[in-house]
């Protein structure tokens, strides 16, 4: 019997293990895309506690200790964080099979060096040992990524966005490179018009223009697009229920512009067509700087509006929707491809029954001008455990050519979320030892071993150019 969490942990095999230890572990990370806040690297904080690093703003955990019967005081309320831990380590023995299981013991491992099993009678003991650490030079937010041999992180940001951390970070030359990513989803978020109203209020004072028609709001976004350039930004992100890619004219946007500018509530229909003609404007200005474009399609938010109303967004209350994907982004991709503005891009799906979808949907318009250059991204949210990745890997190798694409994120906002690098690793490692194994692929383990570390690593240094 294998001990949990060994060195081995989810390698079946001798090849397996040969493959990780030898070739994938050793390569840095490439974060194209996190929610990772830029001030807490910009100011170099250290955590309080483990409560603090672990806890705060991690709803994957909050949903767990929820669904196990713990009160809100001890997830978002006014317990106090020795109290949040002791409810959340009291949680982790019924996450069993959950990659919550993995993904906790790992982070205590790679981080402290602690592999105790976390339950309530060890709490105490893990908690006190790193909090210990967690207050130690090395232990500060830049020094977690050093620690998992970090070499590139993209955040998230709004145009609004003064990326004043971005520039510190910068300035005082961190060999961890941060760069901003351009996320304008709610520049076109128009179902709420009070909401969009002061959105582009606040956008007007930001590019210091007045804002007045739809050509003087797009001149104001490009603007801020602009700035995003010169800040280093070479990639963009959107976070979308699914591409719109409705008809329209020009005409008709200054028209519905102006409705919303006048507070009046527009139709569905016309929401449709804002949002296909803002897609549009921001892909094209995408491939006008060489960035890379990335599409996060298919969650359902903010579904229980009573607990939404008492914590706000952001809190746990998102799942997996099942919008209809295809016909539309096909439409979208095909009218950039047509007026050849289509710039490198990453699509990524939240339910599982899109899978081969997107798989077969980045063939279309992978031109040959580029090695990957349409991609179908890694799986994220609810699909970055296991089975959802070993999902992706093989109906991406199926489909298209797995050694052409460019790897794993976190799509965290915590600084100890890295190991999920090494879980994506590992699964990835045993899939091809195995195959390797049983003779479906042959024993070259040259050829391999560049494969994975292509997936692992080169093939997002080469995609992106951060480096």
């Known amino acids: 019997m294998k001990h949990f969490l060994d060195k081995d942990f989810l390698l079946a095999t001798e090849t397996s293990k040969l493959l990780y230890h030898d070739y994938a ?25 483990l409560t603090h690093a672990w806890l705060y703003g991690d709803h994957y955990k909050w949903r767990a200790m929820r669904t196990n019967g713990v009160n809100e005081k001890f997830i978002t309320g006014n317990g106090s964080d020795r109290e949040k831990f002791e409810q959340w380590a009291a949680t982790v ?40 650490l967690l207050a130690s030079k090395e232990f500060s937010t830049r020094g977690l990524l050093k620690k998992m041999n970090v070499q590139i992180v993209c955040t998230t940001d709004d145009p609004v966005d003064d990326l004043r951390f971005h520039k510190q970070v910068s300035d005082e030359g961190f060999s961890v490179k ?17 909401a969009f109203n002061a959105y582009v209020n606040k956008l007007a004072t930001v590019a210091d223009t007045e804002i007045s028609d739809i050509r003087t709001y797009l001149d104001a976004l490009k603007k801020r697009h602009d700035f995003f350039a010169a800040m280093g930004c070479r990639v963009s992100d959107h976070g979308l229920e699914k591409v719109q890619a409705d008809e329209f004219t020009m005409m008709d946007i200054k028209t519905i512009f102006l409705e919303l500018r006048a507070g009046r509530q527009i139709s569905e229909e016309d929401q449709r067509k804002f949002q296909s003609a803002m897609l549009l404007f921001f892909a094209e200005w995408d491939w006008e700087k060489g ?36 016909e539309a982004l096909a439409r979208f991709l095909t009218r950039l491809d047509e007026n050849n503005k289509l710039a490198k891009t990453i699509i990524y799906n939240l339910n599982p029954a899109d899978n081969e979808v997107m798989a077969t949907m980045i063939g279309n318009y992978n031109d040959g001008s580029v090695a990957g250059k349409i991609q179908w991204g890694s799986g994220w949210w609810f699909l970055d455990q296991k089975d959802g990745m070993t999902k992706q890997i093989n109906a991406l190798s199926n489909m298209s050519l797995l050694s052409r694409f460019v790897g794993m994120i976190t799509d965290s906002r915590s600084f100890l979320s890295y190991p999920r690098h090494e879980y994506f690793r590992r699964i990835l490692c045993n899939i091809f030892g195995e195959e390797i194994e049983s003779g479906e692929l042959p024993n070259d383990m040259a050829w391999t071993g560049k494969i994975i570390q292509d997936i692992c690593f080169n093939n997002a240094k080469e995609y992106f150019h951060f480096l």
């Open 25 to 49: 572990k050793k390569m840095p990370v490439i974060d194209y895309h996190c929610h990772l806040p830029p001030q807490e690297i910009a100011e170099n904080i250290n955590f309080n506690n």
């Open 93 to 132: 023995p019924y996450t069993l099979r959950n990659p919550l299981y993995h993904w906790t013991h790992l982070e205590l491992q790679r981080y402290f060096n602690i592999d105790t099993i976390l339950n309530r009678h060890s709490a105490k003991k893990v908690y006190d040992e790193a909090n210990a």
């Open 178 to 194: 941060i760069f901003p990513a351009f996320r304008p989803d709610k520049a076109m978020a128009v179902a709420n018009v009070n």
């Open 291 to 326: 960035w890379v474009q990335q599409y996060h399609l298919g969650a359902l938010r903010n579904n229980n509006k009573r607990l939404l109303a008492q914590l706000g967004p952001d809190t746990g209350w998102d799942s997996i929707g099942d919008f209809p994907q295809a």
